[in-house]
């Protein structure tokens, strides 16, 4: 099939095979490919002349961390007491205050796989956050951190998921999923629940119709034609979500930081390329035909890249973050504040809209 059939393929929202995408990916210019994923996003989303944003803000729960994963610089693992935390509740109620004197909504509450915190921890959080403050948003947890609750509470997870909503989740992140490949998965993370895991709870989420998000850290040790695989197992897990309710709200692919990683001490270093890059957000646009928004990580691609990926699939330019710290203890140091990132996306030619995190406009 020539390259142009696959365009008006994907134009017609017909779901590739595996070989047409990864031959999209590996043989399209990058301007027909980016082209292609423009049409779709201008077909796609509501208003094409804007661009959302969010304010949040990404708190840690704790910081200790059974999963070992290679990538990251955040974690501590259990036996390391002197560098331990549990964020104490008053550093909630400060932190909350603040993000919604600066028009925040949400927080994006995530930790480690502490061994000791069970289902009553967070039940007990969440209630407490929720009745406190009634207008916050949650977004709280992951996939592995929901599958590692079940396990230490000896729940299922969808018993887990069914109990925190109960107690105030709202949605759920995209964190943990990395790379959906086992053997990936076995060197960059080998105590993490497994990739089956990471899908089945994402499943029994929509199931209960949890809307959630779906991500990918990409430029470690993956092959690209394991990127593309990611994408299609992602489209495929969508397809399965019960007809009304959301599944993936939205699609975010970021580069691996390498500063002071497990993984740089092993050789493997970031490689960022801005046409890689902008390569992924199309074919992310044109495989995912089933989840609505796709998301331009300014944090670990820059400004300049993410305003290019708006031309070329992208949607959205995700959260200003008033607070993350995982990412940026590997390397990433791209900054915006709300006027900041409002001005990017007029820059870029576009009509900036705060949203919250189901993508509702909220001016």
Not at 209 to 227: K, L, V
Request: glycine share 6%.
């Amino acid at each position: 099939m020539k390259l142009r059939e696959l365009y008006r393929k994907a134009l017609d929202r017909t779901p590739l095979t595996a070989d047409e995408a990864w031959r999209l990916y590996d043989e399209a210019p990058l301007f027909e490919l980016a082209a292609t994923a423009d049409r779709l996003r201008r077909e796609t989303v509501p208003d094409p002349q804007v661009v959302t944003w969010q304010i949040d803000r990404n708190v840690n729960v704790t910081n200790v961390c059974i999963s070992g994963c290679r990538f990251c610089n955040f974690h501590c693992k259990p036996h390391q007491t002197e560098k331990h935390f549990i964020t104490p509740r008053e550093e909630y109620y400060r932190k909350i205050e603040e993000t919604f004197r600066l028009g925040g909504d949400q927080l994006l509450l995530q930790g480690g796989l502490h061994p000791d915190l069970k289902i009553d921890f967070y039940e007990a959080l969440f209630r407490d956050l929720k009745s406190r403050y009634p207008a916050l948003r949650l977004n709280a947890l992951g996939a592995p951190e929901v599958s590692h609750i079940a396990r230490i509470s000896s729940l299922t997870t969808l018993e887990t998921l069914r109990r925190l909503r109960a107690a105030g989740l709202d949605t759920l992140p995209g964190a943990g999923a990395e790379i959906l490949a086992p053997e990936v998965r076995k060197r960059l993370s080998p105590a993490k629940p497994s990739v089956g895991e990471w899908l089945r709870v994402m499943h029994e989420a929509h199931l209960l119709d949890i809307p959630s998000t779906a991500t990918m850290m990409y430029g470690h040790i993956e092959t690209p034609r394991q990127r593309v695989e990611h994408l299609l197992t992602l489209r495929d897990l969508q397809a399965r979500r019960p007809a009304g309710h959301r599944g993936f709200t939205a699609f975010i692919p970021w580069i691996f930081r390498s500063t002071g990683t497990e993984l740089e001490r092993q050789g493997v270093e970031t490689r960022f390329s801005a046409s890689e890059y902008l390569r992924l957000i199309a074919l992310s646009r044109i495989v995912l035909h089933n989840i609505p928004n796709i998301q331009a990580s300014w944090l670990t691609v820059g400004k300049q890249t993410a305003q290019v990926a708006l031309h070329g699939g992208a949607n959205d330019m995700g959260s200003i973050m008033i607070e993350e710290h995982v990412v940026s203890s590997a390397g990433a140091s791209n900054r915006f504040d709300a006027e900041g990132i409002r001005t990017a996306i007029r820059e870029a030619g576009f009509t900036p809209r705060l949203r919250d995190q189901l993508y509702r406009y909220r001016d």
